[in-house]
């Protein structure tokens, strides 16, 4: 394993470059662009998911935590 690990860190070392090497390749405007663009997927991503996925009633957990929040609501 140790082996591994260390295979992986080596070439993980050798495929980084250094904030000089970023800096003279990019302009700053780029950067910050292809950060939005990612910002932007990554936030369609998660909005896809919230759409896609079963509605609150039809999961066990919440529509137990429902139940019990109405009876002791009823109860008071």
């Known amino acids: 394993m140790y082996n ?8 993980w070392q050798k ?11 990019s302009n ?8 939005a ?7 369609v991503m998660i909005l896809g998911l919230n759409l ?3 509605p609150n009633d039809e999961r066990p957990q919440v529509a137990a ?5 109405s009876l002791s609501l009823d109860g008071q």
């Open 65 to 69: 935590a429902y139940q019990a929040q």
């Open 37 to 43: 663009i990612g910002f932007a997927i990554f936030a």
């Open 15 to 25: 495929k980084t470059l250094s904030d000089e090497e970023i800096f003279q390749m």
């Open 52 to 54: 896609w996925a079963a």
């Open 28 to 35: 700053p405007g780029e950067v910050i662009a292809r950060t």
């Open 4 to 11: 591994l690990e260390a295979a992986l860190i080596y070439h």
